[in-house]
């Protein structure tokens, strides 16, 4: 977004010299032909629609003020208010689209129609309550003569030319703006600072305030300017009258009346520029702070920072802004890039550290899991193995449309690394209980069971330690409960739990476990075969383990039986 540059300059004058001819050529064809028209107004319109607001008024104003020294009567100066109002409604009806289609164009004329009630209140000022010597002349007289004061005949008669006049001039404009190369179309819609209005509504809702605020400042310091004009004119002019009267020889009545129509010619044309000043002032504050900020702020609101690439991106995006207004704004621009590139930076170092923070927790949780597959000389590789089970159990889950609000991404994830420490609580029990060749005594096995408090007890700890993640809390609801039954039963362990009271987590480590407990051999039994072992496990569907996880494992078989054969106790 740059300022306003010598090219931008360059096109604007030639947009402004072309509209003025063309007002010019228009008017001299009806002097030349006597034609009851004017056709002064097709250049500011065309200028308005296609440049934009600001610079058709200013076309409008100055075809005025060159038509006003160069006329007999001079008379042209003071309609300057009124092309100006014919620019603003041209720019409006461009910007709402009604140029693209030719019925647009009989949703503009009756404003303009409404516009030639103001034109002969001004004609009825300028021409000193008579009938103005205009183009609707003929027409005046003509109703004045049925019996019309002169203000409702002149109202009547400029309706008569006007209509025709602009109807004419709206479809020149019409033809001009589709015979002008697509290249100029864009150049000038550039230019004309319309291209704020490509944003969204959310976006022009949070900064057309600001264009809002000038506008409404810039009315009000103008119309002040206005009244003290129109004051100073008139008091000015009433002075000056009566000073070239003797003493009590004047009408006091009739100067008053002459003063208030010279101040209404003098307020006609400086109310015409004013208009122009404040136009150029909104669109120099909408190119040079509006549309900056507005560029500015969408891009912030797009800023993404979930991820490196996504930051990458959304930093280019926001130094290809290039502002350039040479004011504080640039200075903000400059800042905020600095800003979102330190922020970049900093997620990047922070997302590091992290990695590493999350790497030191993962190894020292499998650094835990080996030292209880050491201590335990039943296990071999059966905490590796039951950790793909129920990465393989939580995925075909999901696959399936169940439990899908838990199975999440970074669920999966904690859960895979959570899972070799289900039986961290083992590190506690006694050699003489945990590897004993035989059968367990009641008593020992009591002994063994506590293995699951004993577990959460130490993730407890570790968590107070090292932070509260998400795979220590899997960790905890799978050490603790994934001996507990479906249904409730006796057998489960240590709360008696059942259903879904029972956290998702340890229900899938409770198939896991015990699948891989039926397929693997101990010093106390002979592994079970697939058939066999999975035969079990279909028995107990509904009693022992959710029926959901059954169905789940079921379809997963293929993949299960790999994991078991890649970690074989063979190869431990």
């Given at each position: 977004?740059?300022?306003?540059?010598?090219?931008s300059?360059?096109?604007?004058?030639?947009?402004?010299?072309?509209g003025?001819?063309i007002?010019?050529?228009?008017?001299?064809i009806?002097?030349?032909?006597?034609?009851?028209?004017?056709?002064?107004?097709?250049?500011?319109?065309?200028?308005?629609?296609?440049?934009?607001?600001?610079?058709?008024?200013?076309?409008?104003?100055?075809?005025?003020?060159?038509?006003?020294?160069?006329?007999t009567?001079g008379?042209?100066?003071?309609y300057?208010?009124?092309?100006?109002?014919?620019?603003?409604?041209a720019?409006?009806?461009?910007h709402?689209?009604?140029?693209?289609?030719?019925?647009?164009?009989?949703?503009?004329l009756p404003?303009?129609?409404?516009?030639?009630?103001?034109?002969?209140a001004?004609?009825?000022?300028?021409?000193?309550?008579?009938?103005?010597?205009?183009?609707?002349?003929?027409?005046?007289?003509?109703?004045h003569?049925?019996?019309l004061?002169v203000?409702?005949?002149?109202?009547?008669?400029?309706?008569?030319?006007?209509?025709?006049?602009?109807?004419?001039?709206?479809?020149v404009?019409?033809?001009?703006?589709?015979?002008?190369?697509?290249?100029?179309?864009?150049t000038?819609?550039?230019?004309s600072?319309?291209?704020?209005y490509?944003?969204?509504?959310?976006?022009r809702?949070?900064?057309?305030?600001?264009k809002?605020q000038?506008?409404?400042?810039?009315?009000?310091?103008?119309?002040?300017?206005?009244?003290?004009?129109f004051?100073v004119?008139?008091?000015?002019?009433?002075?000056?009258?009566?000073?070239?009267?003797?003493?009590?020889?004047?009408?006091?009545?009739?100067?008053?009346?002459?003063?208030?129509?010279?101040s209404?010619?003098?307020?006609?044309?400086?109310?015409?520029?004013?208009?122009?000043v404040?136009?150029?002032a909104?669109?120099?504050?909408?190119?040079?702070?509006?549309?900056?900020?507005?560029?500015?702020?969408?891009?912030?609101?797009?800023?993404?920072?979930?991820?490196?690439e996504?930051?990458?991106?959304?930093?280019?995006?926001?130094?290809?802004?290039?502002?350039?207004?040479?004011?504080?704004?640039e200075?903000?621009?400059?800042?905020?890039?600095?800003?979102?590139?330190?922020?970049?930076?900093?997620?990047d170092?922070?997302?590091?550290?992290?990695?590493?923070?999350?790497?030191?927790?993962?190894?020292?949780?499998?650094?835990?899991?080996?030292?209880?597959?050491?201590?335990d000389?039943?296990t071999g590789?059966?905490?590796?193995?039951?950790?793909?089970y129920?990465?393989?159990?939580?995925?075909?889950?999901r696959d399936e449309?169940?439990?899908t609000?838990?199975?999440?991404?970074?669920?999966?994830d904690?859960?895979?690394?959570?899972?070799?420490?289900?039986?961290?609580?083992?590190v506690?029990?006694?050699?003489?209980?945990?590897?004993?060749?035989?059968?367990?005594?009641?008593?020992?096995?009591?002994?063994?069971?506590?293995?699951?408090t004993?577990?959460a007890?130490?993730?407890?700890?570790?968590?107070a330690?090292?932070?509260?993640?998400?795979?220590?809390?899997?960790?905890?609801?799978?050490?603790?409960?994934?001996?507990?039954?479906?249904?409730g039963?006796?057998?489960?362990?240590?709360?008696?739990?059942?259903?879904?009271?029972?956290?998702?987590?340890?229900?899938?480590?409770?198939?896991?476990?015990?699948?891989?407990?039926?397929?693997?051999?101990?010093?106390?039994?002979?592994?079970?075969t697939?058939?066999?072992?999975?035969?079990i496990?279909?028995?107990?569907r509904?009693?022992?383990?959710d029926?959901?996880?059954?169905?789940?494992?079921?379809?997963?078989?293929?993949?299960?039986?790999?994991?078991?054969?890649?970690?074989?106790d063979?190869?431990?």
């Open positions: 977004m740059r300022g306003i540059s010598k090219k300059l360059y096109y604007t004058l030639l947009l402004l010299a072309f003025l001819s007002n010019r050529i228009g008017r001299m009806t002097e030349a032909f006597a034609s009851p028209l004017y056709l002064d107004s097709i250049g500011t319109m065309f200028t308005a629609a296609l440049g934009g607001i600001c610079p058709g008024m200013f076309v409008g104003f100055l075809t005025n003020m060159i038509g006003g020294l160069t006329d009567d008379s042209t100066f003071y300057g208010t009124i092309n100006v109002l014919i620019a603003l409604i720019g409006v009806a461009a709402r689209g009604k140029f693209r289609r030719w019925y647009g164009l009989f949703a503009i404003f303009y129609l409404l516009l030639s009630i103001p034109v002969s001004l004609s009825y000022v300028i021409y000193d309550c008579q009938i103005a010597d205009t183009a609707a002349a003929p027409a005046v007289r003509e109703f003569s049925w019996g004061a203000f409702p005949a002149q109202v009547l008669g400029d309706f008569c030319v006007e209509a025709p006049d602009k109807l004419i001039s709206l479809i404009t019409f033809c001009m703006l589709h015979l002008t190369p697509m290249h100029l179309r864009k000038y819609f550039d230019l600072g319309r291209e704020f490509r944003s969204s509504d959310n976006d809702t949070h900064v057309s305030s600001i809002r000038i506008a409404v400042i810039m009315t009000i310091a103008g119309l002040a300017v206005v009244a003290v004009a004051s004119s008139y008091k000015t002019y009433m002075e000056a009258k009566v000073a070239g009267y003797p003493t009590s020889s004047y009408d006091i009545k009739a100067i008053r009346k002459e003063t208030l129509l010279y209404g010619k003098m307020l006609s044309a400086v109310f015409g520029l004013l208009l122009c404040i136009s150029y909104i669109l120099l504050a909408n190119r040079m702070v509006v549309t900056p900020l507005l560029r500015m702020m969408r891009e912030m609101r797009r800023l993404s920072y979930d991820t490196g996504g930051r990458d991106r959304s930093l280019e995006k926001i130094r290809a802004l290039n502002i350039d207004t040479k004011n504080e704004i200075e903000l621009y400059h800042a905020m890039t600095k800003t979102v590139a330190d922020i970049d930076n900093y997620i170092k922070t997302n590091e550290q992290a990695k590493t923070i999350s790497d030191l927790h993962v190894n020292i949780i499998t650094t835990l899991a080996d030292i209880v597959e050491s201590r000389e039943t590789y059966h905490v590796k193995r039951t950790a793909e129920s990465t393989i159990l939580a995925k075909e889950l449309g169940e439990y609000e838990d199975l999440t991404d970074a669920f999966i904690a859960l895979g690394i959570a899972a070799p420490l289900h039986d961290i609580g083992k506690r029990i006694p050699d003489a209980i945990l590897n004993k060749p035989s059968r367990l005594t009641d008593e020992e096995y009591s002994v063994i069971k506590t293995h699951t004993l577990g007890t130490m993730l407890d700890n570790a968590a330690k090292l932070g509260d993640t998400a795979y220590l809390r899997l960790a905890k609801h799978i050490a603790l409960y994934h001996h507990e039954w479906w249904n039963g006796p057998k489960g362990y240590p709360r008696g739990l059942e259903g879904e009271q029972i956290p998702l987590p340890a229900r899938i480590m409770a198939v896991a476990d015990v699948l891989d407990a039926l397929l693997s051999k101990r010093s106390y039994k002979s592994g079970f697939p058939d066999q072992a999975f035969a496990m279909v028995e107990e509904g009693t022992h383990f029926p959901k996880i059954i169905d789940a494992l079921l379809n997963a078989r293929e993949r299960i039986e790999e994991v078991y054969h890649k970690y074989s063979e190869a431990a």
